[in-house]
Structures are given as structure tokens and as C-alpha cells.
């Protein structure tokens, strides 16, 4: 073998460790990138939960505090239905936040973590007519449903 021959080899093996060296470098980068990308989705994910609830919560009290003799018939009916927008307002933002854990885009055990309970709660909470919403025939919060009987089903 000549020296051009040994040359252009120790060049060779140089450049493809060069070369293995970039790829790791880039898929540490690209993994970190991923994990911050994640986190931002959960935070983006909790404040629309969180913004759902709230605006919920707060007309379910002005309601509440409205006095029945107050209110004509008129406005019940539009405070009924601002009331159901807002609640689903407020289911939206769980159903969005269950299908991004079903696509894998948020860190799962973390999410489940955060909403074991809040997610029981809702589909096995009766007192606000919200059997209505979890039927698993008719229901429209398929990913809520599915993130449910995964974490509570006992047949497992």
C-alpha cells in the first residue's frame, strides 16, 4: 500500500468519526429541542384548561348569584346556554389536551400525573348532567373517554 493509499484512508476513517460525532451532536440537540417543544405544549395545554374552568366557574356564580325573581324568562334560557358553551368550552380543552397524550406529543406520565383525578371526575361525575357527554356511544370526547378507560380500566 503507498503512502498516497494510507494517506487517503487515515483521511477516510477521520472524517467519517467527524462525521458520527455531528449525528450524536445533532440528536442531543434535536432531543432537547423535542423535550422544550413539549413542556411548552403541556404549559399551552394547562392555560387553556385552566382559562376553560375558570370562565365556567366564574358564570356558573353570576348565575347563582342572580336573583331568580330578577331574571326574566328570556334571560334564563340565554344564561342556560351560555353556561352549556362555556362547560364544553371547558370539555374542548380536556378532549384537545387527551389527544395530544394519545399522539405522544406531551410527556405522558407527567400528564397522567396531572389529571388522573380531573379526568375521573369528569366522566363519572352525575350531578351536572354530564352522563350526557360520556356516553360511550354518542359521546363527542372520544380521546377523553379512550385516556379514561386506559387509566381506569381494571380488566388490564
Avoid at 476513517?13 to 432537547?32: E, R, Y
Avoid at 375558570?54 to 347563582?64: D, N, P, R, T, V
Avoid at 397524550?101 to 410527556?107: E, F, H, P, T
Avoid at 354530564?130 to 388490564?156: G, Q, R
Wanted: hydrophobic letters at 35%; one cysteine or more; aromatic letters at 10%.
Amino acid at each position: 500500500m503507498t503512502e498516497y493509499q494510507k494517506l487517503s484512508i487515515i483521511f477516510s476513517v477521520f472524517a467519517l468519526f467527524i462525521s458520527i460525532i455531528g449525528l450524536i451532536i445533532s440528536c442531543i440537540a434535536n432531543h432537547k429541542s423535542n423535550k422544550t417543544q413539549m413542556g411548552s405544549l403541556e404549559s399551552q395545554l394547562r392555560s387553556a384548561i385552566s382559562s376553560a374552568r375558570k370562565s365556567f366557574s366564574e358564570f356558573s356564580l353570576i348565575i347563582a348569584q342572580k336573583k331568580e325573581k330578577d331574571t326574566i324568562e328570556g334571560e334564563k334560557e340565554i344564561y342556560k346556554k351560555i353556561l352549556k358553551e362555556r362547560h364544553e368550552d371547558s370539555l374542548n380543552a380536556y378532549e384537545e389536551a387527551c389527544a395530544k397524550y394519545i399522539d405522544g406529543k406531551i410527556d405522558k406520565v407527567r400528564f397522567k400525573k396531572s389529571y388522573c383525578g380531573e379526568i375521573r371526575n369528569l366522566v363519572q361525575n352525575k350531578t351536572n348532567g354530564e352522563e350526557k357527554y360520556f356516553d360511550s356511544t354518542t359521546s363527542p370526547y372520544k380521546a377523553i373517554l379512550k385516556v379514561y378507560k386506559e387509566w381506569n380500566d381494571l380488566e388490564k
